[in-house]
């Protein structure tokens, strides 16, 4: 009851109004229906039991709006509000709608201080071994042309298949020895192979070729299998797509096989950035969801962009390294006025790991005259702009042979036959990452550093408590939407908390570990 007493109407029919046609029967209202779905994932309930909860629960009937008497509404409303949010690509307004209301609450602060991390999202799919792949592949492709038309599958189907993909695959059911296994593998590539050639033979109705699971389905096969000359075999490691391309599991083609330190997992990735600052509730502001094998520092550029277009900018954000780069750091500010707090990447020369040894960061480099200096005095003899493997700029310097051979101190430098070489990124992004490790040593950059640790708590919260971490759809953009409203969620409960007079705690520490502390 303190959420519409205090905050008053997060949503507004206005909010969705494009998202439903202008002509047709009355809709409920659709800001009634975005509240109970950020409800809904507050309590992490179903859409039966959503629906039982309008109906019986005065707490709910008064945040609504409702009378006592209200009859509520079927749960398929609830579907299909969520499937107009993601058709429309509107799944973050449960969010951005809220935010905007809190700030004018007074409850973000412009230009404060925000911190972002990420973890891994497990996909509502079973991880399946390549051979348990291919064979559930045939099997959902199967299943999704017979419900389509299931008197063409009965002329195609072959008596064994109904034994072999009548019901779901699993490897304990799969043969036991290496060269069944082998002979069980070329009958499931060759049962694939056969039903493609029907599905693209003459008289095959072409919405069969059109439905979804059909394409899934050539797709993996396209990336598993070759048919060489009438021969079929398995892809080899050097011929299969990238990692961000391949999938698992039919039922979900966007959730990628992924690892993380210790974690393996299938399925996604969620960034979730909040306001850090102490004397307000820290809300969260973003929430990006991305394909597992995306790597956070790709994300960075994205979250200041939809910050930046929602007026919701930090003068520091604070991240871990997995977020920083060079390009980052000489670019946040001049485009977005964004000061990055976080620590760089290690210089993994064999130089800067002994300590003793003259890493890059020991050369003066006169970038106006395209000349670098050695520690020892020598000047360099080439300097030449050049591109990396991945598609970026950087500059090699080297210099002479001669001079290197004669340095009485040659061992610190270089282990190679010939001159040192340097290799440095073009001097804005260069500059950035100098200053940014100089800063990094000092006490300031200690404690705008030591907030981070908060956003663990954020991404336990959600993990814990409502579900951030298991899918409960299939597919990216819906999955989007379940940590847009998980987020608006959590916001709620902080606003109310905060509200309460409660404020954020430190991180609990263990008796045992207060020991060490105070010691």
Same mark, same amino acid.
Request: one cysteine or more.
């Given at each position: 009851?303190?959420?519409?007493?205090?905050?008053?109407?997060?949503?507004?029919?206005?909010?969705?109004?494009?998202?439903?046609?202008?002509?047709?029967?009355?809709?409920?209202?659709?800001?009634?229906?975005?509240?109970?779905?950020?409800?809904?994932?507050?309590?992490?309930?179903?859409?039966?039991?959503?629906?039982?909860?309008?109906? *019986?629960?005065?707490?709910?009937?008064?945040?609504? *709006?409702?009378?006592?008497?209200d009859p509520g509404f079927d749960r398929s409303v609830l579907s299909e509000f969520r499937t107009r949010l993601t058709q429309n690509q509107a799944e973050a307004r449960l969010l951005d709608r809220m935010l905007e209301h809190f700030q004018t609450k007074g409850l973000i602060r412009a230009r404060g201080?925000?911190?972002?991390?990420?973890?891994?999202?497990?996909?509502?799919?079973?991880?399946?071994?390549?051979?348990?792949?291919?064979?559930?592949?045939?099997?959902?492709?199967?299943?999704?042309?017979?419900?389509?038309?299931?008197?063409?599958?009965?002329?195609?189907?072959?008596?064994?298949?109904?034994?072999?993909?009548?019901?779901?695959?699993?490897?304990?059911?799969?043969?036991?020895?290496?060269?069944?296994?082998?002979?069980?593998?070329?009958?499931?590539?060759?049962?694939?192979?056969?039903?493609?050639?029907?599905?693209?033979?003459?008289?095959?109705?072409?919405?069969?070729?059109?439905?979804?699971?059909?394409?899934?389905?050539?797709?993996?096969?396209?990336?598993n299998f070759i048919r060489e000359e009438g021969r079929i075999r398995w892809r080899r490691g050097d011929e299969l797509a990238p990692s961000g391309e391949r999938f698992n599991s039919p039922y979900d083609a966007e959730a990628a096989y992924s690892t993380r330190r210790e974690h393996e997992w299938i399925?996604?990735?969620?960034?979730?950035?909040?306001?850090?600052?102490?004397?307000?509730?820290?809300?969260?502001?973003?929430?990006?969801?991305?394909?597992?094998?995306?790597?956070?520092?790709?994300?960075?550029?994205?979250?200041?962009?939809?910050?930046?277009?929602?007026?919701?900018?930090?003068?520091?954000?604070?991240?871990?390294?997995?977020?920083?780069?060079?390009?980052?750091?000489?670019?946040?500010?001049?485009?977005?006025?964004?000061?990055?707090? *976080?620590?760089?990447?290690?210089?993994?020369?064999?130089?800067?790991?002994?300590?003793?040894?003259?890493?890059?960061?020991?050369?003066?480099?006169?970038?106006?005259?395209?000349?670098?200096?050695?520690?020892?005095?020598?000047?360099?003899?080439?300097?030449?702009?050049?591109?990396?493997?991945?598609?970026?700029?950087?500059?090699?310097?080297?210099?002479?042979?001669?001079?290197?051979?004669?340095?009485?101190?040659?061992?610190?430098?270089?282990?190679?036959?010939?001159?040192?070489?340097?290799?440095?990124?073009?001097?804005?992004?260069?500059?950035?990452?100098?200053?940014?490790?100089?800063?990094?040593?000092?006490q300031e950059w200690q404690a705008l550093y030591h907030r981070r640790a908060g956003i663990e708590g954020t991404l336990s919260q959600g993990t814990r408590a409502l579900g951030l971490r298991r899918t409960r759809y299939r597919g990216l953009r819906k999955t989007a939407l379940q940590h847009a409203a998980?987020?608006?969620?959590?916001?709620?409960?902080?606003?109310?908390?905060?509200?309460?007079?409660?404020?954020?705690?430190?991180?609990?520490?263990?008796?045992?570990?207060?020991?060490?502390?105070?010691?």
């Open positions: 009851m303190r959420l519409r007493d205090e905050l008053g109407t997060l949503y507004t029919n206005a909010d969705f109004a494009d998202l439903y046609p202008n002509l047709g029967q009355p809709a409920l209202s659709p800001w009634r229906l975005a509240l109970v779905t950020v409800l809904q994932f507050l309590e992490n309930l179903t859409d039966r039991q959503v629906a039982d909860q309008v109906r *019986g629960r005065v707490d709910w009937k008064y945040a609504l *709006g409702l009378d006592l008497t201080h925000q911190r972002t991390d990420s973890t891994h999202v497990l996909a509502a799919v079973r991880r399946l071994q390549r051979l348990e792949s291919a064979a559930e592949m045939v099997r959902a492709a199967l299943n999704a042309l017979s419900g389509a038309d299931p008197e063409w599958v009965r002329r195609v189907a072959q008596p064994e298949w109904f034994e072999r993909y009548g019901h779901r695959v699993e490897d304990y059911r799969l043969p036991k020895g290496k060269a069944t296994r082998e002979a069980y593998g070329l009958a499931v590539a060759t049962d694939g192979f056969t039903l493609l050639d029907a599905l693209n033979g003459e008289g095959t109705p072409e919405g069969l070729r059109r439905l979804p699971m059909i394409k899934v389905f050539e797709q993996w096969w396209a990336q399925g996604y990735k969620v960034h979730i950035s909040e306001t850090c600052d102490a004397e307000l509730p820290h809300l969260i502001t973003h929430v990006h969801t991305t394909n597992s094998t995306i790597q956070d520092v790709t994300s960075t550029a994205p979250i200041h962009a939809a910050l930046a277009q929602r007026n919701l900018l930090p003068e520091k954000h604070i991240v871990d390294a997995g977020y920083i780069d060079a390009e980052l750091l000489a670019s946040s500010v001049p485009e977005h006025g964004v000061n990055l707090i *976080g620590p760089t990447r290690e210089n993994r020369s064999w130089q800067a790991r002994a300590g003793t040894g003259y890493a890059a960061s020991h050369f003066q480099i006169d970038w106006d005259h395209c000349q670098v200096t050695c520690p020892q005095g020598a000047t360099t003899r080439g300097w030449y702009p050049t591109v990396n493997r991945f598609g970026t700029l950087e500059i090699l310097i080297q210099f002479d042979r001669e001079v290197c051979a004669a340095c009485a101190v040659r061992s610190l430098c270089t282990k190679a036959k010939g001159g040192r070489r340097v290799v440095i990124q073009p001097r804005e992004k260069h500059e950035a990452l100098r200053l940014a490790r100089e800063y990094a040593t000092s998980t987020c608006a969620a959590i916001n709620v409960l902080r606003a109310v908390s905060w509200l309460n007079g409660d404020k954020p705690g430190r991180t609990r520490v263990s008796r045992f570990s207060q020991l060490a502390v105070s010691a």
